[in-house]
């Protein structure tokens, strides 16, 4: 079901980033904002366009998972207080994911895959799951470029990060489910195409403290990095 498509200037399209989102993001318009640098962070939603923004709002809202089966989580937005996640990695992004600390011996990482054939939009929407086991590659948080802009959580292709309004939540489908958009592109144009109900998001990261892992646990912090991170993303 095709809703409605946001065109973007072509000239964002064409640059040598494949793996970050289209959307490019503006330096910073408060002076007074000045980025940390984390090796932990939660994630908070910006509506990246004020008008298609959830009633109510979601704007701010922090990035979290709803326990869907075992070791399976789907990432939705909530009010209260998100998870704490960190980039793990060696560097470049197609070798950095994103982990988080759960307590338990294995972790958990952020994890974007294909939607069920069946599900409205599977051709372009992607599920996004915080899942047990380590960090898929290609998903990180844009502490490498530097020079001005935001950093913000980027996907493995380009595309959007987009929450959606489910109207009968229930065990596996959350209320506001986030998902991934990928950018596609018809007749040689490209778009982002947001599905109907849905929110275009960046996902910010907020400063938080590293969790300690468990003893025992199977995994470590040898590969944590460092990112770029705001204090409070909501207060300016
Ligand atoms: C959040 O979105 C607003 C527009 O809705 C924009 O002005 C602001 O720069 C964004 N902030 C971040 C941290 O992305
Ligand atoms: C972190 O990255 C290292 C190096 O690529 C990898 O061996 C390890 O499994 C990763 N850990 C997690 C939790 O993804």
Not at 105 to 124: K, R
Request: hydrophobic fraction near 35%; aromatic fraction near 8%; proline fraction near 9%.
């Amino acid at each position: 079901m095709i809703l409605f498509l946001l065109l973007l200037p072509l000239a964002a399209l064409s640059t040598s980033h494949p793996l970050h989102p289209t959307l490019h993001r503006k330096s910073p318009t408060t002076p007074s904002t000045t980025l940390q640098w984390t090796q932990a962070f939660t994630l908070i939603a910006n509506v990246t366009n004020p008008s298609l923004d959830l009633n109510p709002s979601i704007n701010h809202f922090q990035l979290t998972g709803i326990h869907i089966g075992a070791g399976l989580s789907t990432a939705v937005l909530t009010a209260t207080t998100g998870r704490i996640l960190y980039e793990n990695g060696t560097g470049t992004p197609q070798t950095t994911g994103i982990a988080s600390d759960l307590g338990g011996v294995y972790p958990y990482s952020l994890t974007i895959t294909p939607l069920p054939a069946d599900e409205p939009d599977a051709d372009y929407v992607d599920y996004v799951g915080i899942d047990i086991g380590t960090a898929q590659d290609g998903i990180g948080v844009d502490s490498i470029s530097g020079g001005g802009e935001w950093p913000a959580l980027f996907g493995p292709e380009r595309g959007t990060f987009v929450v959606c309004y489910e109207e009968k939540p229930a065990y596996g489908r959350p209320q506001y489910p986030v998902r991934f958009a990928r950018e596609r592109v018809v007749d040689g144009v490209a778009y982002q195409q947001i599905p109907l109900g849905c929110a275009p998001i960046v996902l910010v990261p907020q400063c938080a403290e590293l969790e300690a892992v468990e003893p025992g646990a199977v995994y470590n912090h040898d590969f944590v990095r460092s990112v770029r991170c705001f204090e409070d993303v909501g207060g300016g």
